[in-house]
Structures are given as structure tokens and as C-alpha cells.
């Protein structure tokens, strides 16, 4: 019986759905944010949800597969799969998961944003329906004894050392066929030892089930609506105040005052800002000084605070279907309490006149305003002045690493930047 390559099938079906549920767990929204010409306010695990997008569309075309190679074999031995047909023709070709990409710019030229949003639509509607064709295959063969084979496969510890090592490593299609080389051993071994017990009190087991979401414990869930609820009305009245706080008129008629700003604003470590410029890498002490650039010609919109209300929505709705799950308070605690605005009224680009051990340029400046937004308070509450320059070129202690006209124009926006970061910790001050 259990070399019967239709039983075979139905059990790979069975594991191979165990696994999509497992990759229902996580976020499924990532957003990162990127300043043209460096690497600033990313977030979001692009590849973690990558690789589950990517594992669900593999394995939920060989869920079907499998259940249609043993629907071929039951139907010529005269058993009545019509149940399973009724099923398998509501599912058609389905894909294991729908891929959403959104790309926004904002700002202005070289300190401009690019955002991009990456969201899945896992089928977990395509998950229960499989699930059910497995039912509909296992009631139709009522001389076949599923609920021993199930327990055999867990009494066997190859097979189960397999699953715990699968379930870490997301290799399906290693684990299908590791099932298929483990479990029979232990089948037939049990099944000879064994006699067979009535069918219906087996039937139960394989009732259809829902996608598996690990439950929030009860301290859990409620810290997460309570977040929610705090965010919520804070990034309301944020959105709604932002286009008369970030007018021109409006940023034009604020005056600084003396205070230092409040949260502070610290520039990155020396060190960290030679390896920027060198090769655009990045630590934890750029953060409080990132920024997003624009256009004193242009609207500013309210890219950020969107993002962050979005990111709120979609938690909420999973609070709302019990479907939120611990990975869902990362990307509300990432929601930054404060956005700082560089306001360029005049921007001139750096000129390279020579690379080589000689290398030359003519310096770039930025003059422009820097504001800080509270996010809690709905307002502007640091301003200050910008007046960034390249370093001289024989000042400049990145000279040597010019080698390329593109290089050079690289290398001193990532310096001009951290001038602009400079000047963002020395000269804003509270209103």
C-alpha cells in the first residue's frame, strides 16, 4: 500500500501545503527609501519577503501536481473522484502568490527620494482549497488507512529530523523528496504490526483547515492596539496639517531661536563619514541626521507620512482579522516621531577638471533651510540655515580615490551630502 505512488503523492501534497502555511508568517508589505546618490532611511526585509514570494510560487503549482498525478492513478482504478473534480475546476492555473511593486520619487535632483513598496498576496484562498482536494481524495479511498500512514511518518525520526531541518532551511522541493525516501520505511514496518480500525474515526482529522497564524499572546496583542491607537490619530492630524506647515509662506515666516534643537541632531563619526565617501557604506550614526531634500519651486508632499499611515492600516485590518502575528510591531516602531526637511533654494554641482594622482574640481555648494517636523506635535520645531560646500580639492582627503570622471562626481555628492549633515547638527535650533 505504501509503495503506492498515489498515496505518495497525497502525503508530498499535504507536506508541501504544511509548508505554504508556514510561509504565510511575516510581513507582507516592505517599504524602503532610498536618497538618489546614497543610502539613507531604508527599511523593511526586501529579501526576506523575496525569498517567501519566491518559495510560494514554486511549491503551490507541485501542490497541485501531486494532487493531480494520484486524482490519474484513483480514477483508473474506478474510484469516484468527482468531489476533487468539483474542487480542481473552481482552481484553474492559480499562482502561489501575487507580487505588488510601487515606485515613487520625491524631491529634488540629487537629494531627491526614491521610494519603493513591495507587497504579496499570498493565496491562502488557493491553501484551503488544496486542503480540501486533499480531503476529497483521502474520503474517496475509504479502503486506504491515512490516518496510520500519518502516524507512522511522525513515529519515524528520519522523517522527522528531516521536517525540522526543512522547515529552517525552506528547501520544499528537497523535503518532498526526502519524505518520499524516509517515511516508507517506517510505514510498512508499522503497518505489518498494526490492524486496521474503522475509516470513520479517522475522517475528522482531515476536516478542512485554515491557514495557521500564530496567536499573539494576550500582553502582545494588546501593546500592538494600543500602538496602533496612538499612531493612528497622531498620523492624522499630521497629514492633514502638513501642506499649510510646509508651505513657503509658512516655512519662510519661521524664525530659529537660540536653543539647540530638540531631538538633537548628530552628524555621523568622522570615521564613518571617510568610509561613506569612499565606498557609500553606512552605519548606526547617520541616523539622526537623515534627511529628505527638495526643490524650494516645488510642492513638498507628504511621501513619509503616507508610508507610515499605510503601514498602520495594514496592521489595524490584521489586528481586525486575528491574523497580526509578532512581526507586525517592526514596522510600527520603525514609524520615525520626527522627518527633517532640506529646502534648497540654490544648488550647484560639483565640476571635475582632472582625475588621476592630480585629480581636480571645482566645489559644489547647497544653500538652502533645514526644518524639523514633529510627527507628535503636528508642526515645525527646529529650523536652520544650509550653506554646504565640497572641501577645497587641496584640502580634500579623498583626492586619491578619484580614479573616473563618474567616480569623482559620485564621490563628492556623498561628501557634499555629509557637509549638508554637518551643517544640519551645527545650526539647527529650536523655534
Known amino acids: 500500500m505504501f509503495d503506492d505512488p498515489a498515496v505518495r503523492s497525497v502525503r508530498v501534497a499535504l507536506a508541501l501545503c504544511d509548508r505554504f502555511t508556514e510561509l504565510l508568517k511575516g510581513p507582507t508589505t516592505v517599504r524602503a527609501a532610498k536618497q538618489r546618490g546614497a543610502l539613507v532611511g ?10 517567501r514570494i519566491g518559495e510560494a510560487q514554486q511549491i503551490y503549482p507541485e501542490i497541485w501536481q501531486h494532487l493531480d498525478d494520484a486524482r490519474k492513478v484513483f480514477a483508473g482504478r474506478g474510484i469516484d473522484v468527482s468531489a476533487f473534480d468539483r474542487i480542481r475546476e473552481t482552481e484553474g492555473d492559480g499562482l502561489g502568490a501575487n507580487v505588488g511593486l510601487e515606485q515613487q520619487s520625491y524631491g529634488y535632483g540629487s ?8 507587497s504579496a498576496g499570498f493565496n491562502t484562498q488557493g491553501l484551503v482549497r488544496a486542503r480540501q482536494a486533499c480531503k476529497a481524495l483521502m474520503d474517496a479511498t475509504t479502503d486506504i488507512d491515512w490516518k496510520a500512514i500519518a502516524a507512522a511518518e511522525g513515529a519515524d525520526p528520519a522523517a522527522a529530523e528531516f521536517a525540522r531541518s526543512t522547515r529552517n532551511k525552506r528547501y520544499m522541493r528537497l523535503a518532498a523528496l526526502a519524505l518520499v525516501i524516509f517515511a516508507p520505511f517506517g510505514i510498512v514496518m508499522y503497518m505489518r504490526h498494526q490492524k486496521r480500525v474503522k475509516m470513520d474515526e479517522y475522517r475528522q482529522q482531515y476536516e478542512p483547515r485554515e491557514p495557521y497564524v500564530e496567536p499573539l499572546a494576550h500582553a502582545d496583542r494588546a501593546a500592538l492596539v494600543k500602538l496602533v491607537a496612538e499612531l493612528r490619530p497622531q498620523l492624522t492630524a499630521a497629514r492633514k496639517s502638513w501642506p499649510d506647515v510646509v508651505a513657503p509662506e509658512a516655512l519662510a515666516a519661521i524664525k530659529p531661536g537660540t536653543a539647540a534643537c530638540s531631538p538633537a541632531i548628530q552628524a555621523p563619526m568622522q570615521a564613518a563619514m571617510d568610509r561613506y565617501v569612499r565606498d557609500g557604506s553606512t552605519d548606526a550614526s547617520f541616523a539622526s541626521s537623515d534627511f529628505f531634500g527638495y526643490s524650494a519651486d516645488k510642492p513638498i508632499p507628504d511621501h513619509v507620512l503616507e508610508s507610515s499611515m499605510q503601514t498602520v492600516i495594514a496592521v489595524e485590518k490584521r489586528l481586525a482579522s ?3 502575528t509578532r512581526y507586525d510591531r517592526e514596522p510600527l516602531a520603525a514609524i520615525a516621531p520626527t522627518i527633517t526637511l532640506v529646502v534648497i533654494d540654490k544648488d550647484i554641482w560639483s565640476e571635475i577638471t582632472g582625475v ?13 533651510r533645514a526644518y524639523v517636523y514633529s510627527v507628535r506635535d503636528a508642526k515645525i520645531v527646529c529650523a536652520g540655515a544650509i550653506d554646504a560646500h565640497n572641501v577645497a580639492p587641496d584640502a580634500s582627503p579623498y583626492l586619491d580615490a578619484l580614479r573616473a570622471e563618474r567616480d569623482g562626481r559620485e564621490l563628492l555628492h556623498r561628501e557634499m551630502e555629509l557637509r549638508i549633515r554637518e551643517a544640519l547638527a551645527k545650526n539647527l535650533r529650536a523655534l
Open 322 to 324: 486575528n491574523t497580526a
Open 111 to 118: 537629494h531627491g527620494v526614491d521610494q519603493q513598496v513591495k
Open 42 to 51: 531604508v527599511s523593511g526585509d526586501q529579501e526576506g519577503l523575496s525569498m
Open 356 to 368: 588621476g594622482s592630480a585629480a581636480t574640481y571645482i566645489p559644489g555648494q547647497v544653500l538652502g
